[in-house]
C-alpha cells in the first residue's frame, strides 16, 4: 500500500531544499483584490486559476463541497467577510461548475456509505436527539445556478458585508474552463436575484 502521506513529505523536504518557494513568493494581500469561492473538484484545482488568470498573490481561494455558503456565520461567510476587511477584496467570486457531485446528492445515501464504514447508528441517533438533521446537512442541491444565487443572496443579505463590494457568481465547464455567468454585480444595483 503506497503511504501518500509519506510521499509529501519527501516531495516537501525536497522543494524546500530545492528552493523551489522561491519563484511562488508574495504577500498575503491579494493583488487582484478577489475572492474566490469555489468547489473542492480534483478537475478545478488547476484549471481555475488558469482559466482565470489567477497566480499565486492575485486571490484569495477559498474551496468546499458544491462552492456554497451552507450558513450565514460559518466558516465560508467568515473567511470571505475576513478577506473583504483585512485584506481589501473588492469582488466576491462564486464559482460552481457543470457535473457537480453535490447536485442531486442525497445525505441518506451518504449516511448509508458511512454505517458501511462503521459509523455507528447509535452515533446518528444521538445526532438526531440532538436536535442535528445529519440527512439534510449532507444533503446537496437540485441546481447549480440556484445554489450560486442562495449563496449571493446570503452573502449581500449579510449584516458585516459592506454594501460596496460586489458580488458574481459564474459556472464553470470542468473540462474546457469556460464560465458562464450567472449573475454579475456593480455597485448600483443591489437588489435580490
Known sequence: MVNRVEEILAFNKQFVLNEDYKALVTSGIPEKKVVILSCMDTRLTELLPRALNIKNGD????????ATIMHPFGSIARSIIVAVYEFGVEDVLIIGHYGCGMCHL?????LDKAMDRGLEASTLEMLKYSGIDVDQWLKGFESPEDAIHES????RNHPLMPKDV???GMLMHPETGALDVVA???FIDKGTL
Open 152 to 155: 449571493i443572496n446570503q452573502l
Open 59 to 66: 486571490a484569495k481561494l477559498i474551496k468546499n463541497a458544491g
Open 166 to 168: 460586489r458580488i458574481h
Open 106 to 110: 442525497d445525505g441518506k445515501s451518504l
Open 184 to 186: 454579475l454585480d456593480s
